[in-house]
Nanobody, 125 residues
Framework: RCRLQASGGGLVQPGDSLRLSCAVSGRTSSSYAMAWFRQAPGKERQFVAA????????LHDDSVKGRFTISKDSAKKMVFLQMNSLKPEDTAVYFC??????????????????WGKGTLVTVSS
């Protein structure tokens, strides 16, 4: 199975930047898609961004477009989420997730196949 480990969360101030990392291990394939989700207290898990493991095509949710960027280092089996201009509403637990193939529909937690433990991002002054 595919195993994922997210890291890099922390406490930052509004306007700051933070980069999350996700270490990928175990079974993967060039057809896989990697994604970041987040879950704020009392809310459902929300899609943030996704990237094709092969080729690198990306998709970002409108709520983070222009501020967050998903990327990968295939050789090191790492996925990253660069978060700039952070806002208090970005506060959430961020999860790394994987799917065995790219999804052409609306991304949601229910379409993902593998999950890692989350990392907490708190944006507060």
């Amino acid at each position: 199975r595919c195993r994922l480990q997210a890291s890099g969360g922390g406490l930052v101030q509004p306007g700051d930047s933070l980069r999350l990392s996700c270490a990928v291990s175990g079974r993967t394939s060039s057809s896989y898609a990697m994604a970041w989700f987040r879950q704020a207290p009392g809310k459902e898990r929300q899609f943030v961004a996704a990237i094709k493991w092969s080729g690198g095509s990306t998709l970002h949710d409108d709520s983070v477009k222009g501020r967050f960027t998903i990327s990968k280092d295939s050789a090191k089996k790492m996925v990253f989420l660069q978060m700039n201009s952070l806002k208090p509403e970005d506060t959430a637990v961020y999860f790394c997730a994987a799917r065995t193939a790219w999804y052409a529909g609306a991304w949601s937690a229910g379409v993902m196949d593998y999950w890692g433990k989350g990392t907490l991002v708190t944006v507060s002054s």
